[in-house]
Structures are given as C-alpha cells and as structure tokens.
Nanobody
Framework: QVQLVESGGGLVQAGGSLRLSCAAS????????MGWYRQAPGKQRELVAR???????TVADSVRGRFTISRDNAKNTVYLQMSSLKPEDTAVFYC???????????????WGQGTQVTVSS
C-alpha cells in the first residue's frame, strides 16, 4: 500500500504564489515519475506538470513559465511552485505517482486525495 499526502493548498490572490507538496510513503522500491493534475468544476482532469526519475519534466502550456515542478528523491516528495496565479488556475490539484511497489515488484499508479487551490480575482 502506498499513500500520497499533499499539503500547501489554499486561497491566494491573483498574481500571488503557492507551493504544493506531495510525499509518497509505503512499500516503495522506487518512483518512476511524479506529477500534478488539476480539475476545475465542470471540467476534466488535466495534466499540469510531471517529472521523471531522470529529472526531465513535462509542463502544460497553460502554466509554462509560471509553475515549476521539482522532486526530492530522498524524501519521495514532489513539489509544485506556482507563481503569477490566475483565477483560471482555481481547481482541485491532485498528486500522482508511478511507483515500483514491493513486494510485487510492479509499477502501480497512485493518486493523492487532492488539495483545493483557489485564486481570487
């Protein structure tokens, strides 16, 4: 069993900044990739940013230049530094990870519980 525990969500004014954290724990051998998704009311969940074990990243066009994803492999933690926030960034943000799980030695995808980010205009 693997759990992803998120923190850092909240209410911020447009133009402000927020830093999200997600820590993975459990029967983990390694984590291949970690990322952040978001879902606004009435919309589908979308990829925000993703980081692979080699450090390479994928960032959505809508947040490129404003959001930065990073990872602390020793802590099995991924971060999302968000700046220049806009009202349209308002959504539930979900942490996601591809984990090589013990004792089965299989890669399994996990989701966090989600954390609300609200950007006021």
């Amino acid at each position: 069993q693997v759990q992803l525990v998120e923190s850092g969500g909240g209410l911020v004014q447009a133009g402000g900044s927020l830093r999200l954290s997600c820590a993975a724990s459990g029967s983990i051998f390694s984590i291949n990739a970690m990322g952040w998704y978001r879902q606004a009311p009435g919309k589908q969940r979308e990829l925000v940013a993703r980081i692979i074990s080699d450090g390479s990243t994928t960032v959505a066009d809508s947040v490129r230049g404003r959001f930065t994803i990073s990872r602390d492999n020793a802590k099995n933690t991924v971060y999302l530094q968000m700046s220049s926030l806009k009202p349209e960034d308002t959504a539930v943000f979900y942490c996601n990870a591809d984990v090589l799980v013990l004792p089965t030695w299989r890669v399994v995808n996990f989701w966090g519980q989600g954390t609300q980010v609200t950007v006021s205009s």
